[in-house]
């Protein structure tokens, strides 16, 4: 519950929160200056402790990046580490390290699937109730 409680605190501080899985996809942004083009920023919160004890090593971190989602987001991605904190419900500040995965996608209804799976082995793999999701429009490119 405490994992859940920060992420959603940290999705809260980012702009757009979406905290449930949009009945219909996000559309992305359809006016955008040339060279950019229109596409969809996803943020994913991965919190960092382990049930029981203990926190997901940058070891464990990358081999999960590597296994998991850059085969599913091969053009790129960035991983940020940010520091999000809560208040649970005996009024007490909870602090947990977290990685942020951002990832920008061109073809905005193919993503789903692949970050739906991301978040399953991830809580899978360390044992968490879930990854926290934003997603926002965006003009993109290089």
């Excluded at 405490?2 to 559309?27: E, F, I, N, Y």
């Excluded at 049930?51 to 989602?69: D, I, K, L, M, P």
Aim: aromatic share 6%; hydrophobic share 45%.
């Amino acid at each position: 519950m405490r994992k859940l409680a920060l992420l959603a605190v940290l999705g809260l501080l980012a702009a757009c929160v979406q905290t449930s899985a949009p009945s219909q996809p996000p559309q992305v942004a359809s006016a955008c200056s040339a060279p950019l083009k229109p596409a969809l920023e996803i943020n994913l919160f991965f919190g960092r402790d382990i049930e029981g004890g203990g926190e997901v090593s940058e070891r464990q971190w990358a081999e999960f990046v590597a296994s998991e989602v850059t085969p599913r987001f091969p053009d790129g991605l960035s991983v940020l580490n940010v520091a999000g904190q809560s208040r649970n419900s005996m009024n007490q500040t909870l602090r947990e390290r977290t990685k942020l995965l951002v990832v920008v996608v061109f073809d905005a209804p193919a993503h789903h699937a692949k970050v739906q799976a991301i978040g399953e082995a991830y809580s899978k793999r360390f044992g968490q109730h879930g990854v926290f999701r934003t997603e926002h429009t965006v003009c993109a490119g290089v």
